[in-house]
């Protein structure tokens, strides 16, 4: 594992430090994790499990995040502002406006994609090019660097060492792509790796952003996942705080997963508090 330090990316003047890895392939976790574990945890799931799924539920218990074939974990010792959240999914219960919200667009058709030749496709290239402009309004980013970055937080890599738990959930209105959400199964968890979305008015009212959290928590909790983790939530920063308005939520804060109840429950978490 090596030190990393580089321009934080959320807040000027800052030095980002973080901890990163390269994800290892199944034969190297074969060191490290043996048959009979894997075998224990094939048995309790039912499944086909891969060490790869085992030991990257572990790193997402541990804060670690993945882009391309790398793990990363924020360990900026001045800030600490970036703070992994998860949703425990059996508990969590849609608000009344997170019921708006899904029957707002209940038109919105899903489509699970398994199959990583079709993670990238000609009309995600256009998609994500679109909604790169809308953060680089006065650039412009090639077919190329689009496919390479579809390509990285879908974790392609040559050397066998990505991650193969990725799917894309691929949302469509009226028979056109307008939103994908890039995620990773690892045992008992999902996690949100990336979104990429439609920018044109019409879809932007639709809050589908939101929309596909609450509907995604939703999906894991119905088959059986006990987790979905949402990334960093940042308090400080308007782009990443709105991660914790889904309740409950759970924070690893000094290597502890802290419950934070609903607002609507007073003082400590009770039973029956969402």
């Given at each position: 594992m090596n030190l990393y330090e580089s321009p934080c990316g959320y807040f000027d003047g800052i030095t980002s430090?973080?901890?990163?890895?390269?994800?290892?392939?199944?034969?190297?976790?074969?060191?490290?994790?043996?048959?009979?574990?894997?075998?224990?945890a094939r048995k309790k799931f039912g499944r086909d499990i891969s060490r790869q799924e085992f030991f990257y539920n572990i790193q997402l218990e541990e804060g670690f995040r993945r882009t391309s074939n790398i793990?990363?974990?924020?360990?900026?010792?001045?800030c600490k502002k970036c703070i992994p959240i998860r949703i425990p999914?059996?508990?969590?219960?849609?608000?009344?406006?997170?019921?708006?919200?899904?029957?707002?667009?209940?038109?919105i058709e899903l489509r699970i994609t398994e199959e990583a030749k079709s993670f990238v496709t000609e009309e995600k290239i256009l998609l994500y090019q679109?909604?790169?402009?809308?953060?680089n309004p006065d650039g412009d980013i090639s077919k190329q660097d689009a496919l390479s970055?579809?390509?990285?937080?879908?974790?392609?890599?040559?050397?066998?060492?990505?991650?193969?738990?990725?799917?894309?959930?691929d949302y469509?209105?009226?028979?056109?792509?307008?939103?994908?959400?890039?995620?990773?199964?690892?045992l008992d968890s999902i996690s949100s790796n990336y979104f990429y979305y439609d920018i044109s008015p019409?879809?932007?009212k639709r809050s589908i952003g939101t929309f596909s959290i609450i509907n995604e928590i939703l999906w894991t909790a119905e088959h059986g996942f006990d987790y979905y983790y949402l990334g960093y939530w940042i308090k400080d920063h308007p782009k990443m705080n709105y991660k914790a308005n889904f309740f409950p939520h759970e924070l690893l804060v000094d290597g502890e997963w802290i419950k934070e109840p609903s607002p609507d429950c007073k003082g400590p978490l009770k039973a029956g508090c969402r």
């Open positions: 430090k973080q901890e990163i890895y390269s994800f290892p392939g199944e034969e190297e976790l074969g060191e490290f994790i043996p048959d009979e574990i894997v075998c224990s793990m990363y974990r924020e360990t900026c010792p001045e999914v059996a508990e969590y219960r849609a608000n009344k406006s997170a019921r708006y919200l899904m029957r707002k667009n209940s038109s679109n909604y790169w402009k809308r953060h970055d579809i390509e990285a937080f879908s974790g392609f890599e040559d050397d066998g060492k990505n991650y193969c738990g990725t799917k894309n959930f469509y209105l009226d028979g056109r792509l307008v939103a994908v959400s890039v995620l990773d199964f690892a019409q879809i932007l």
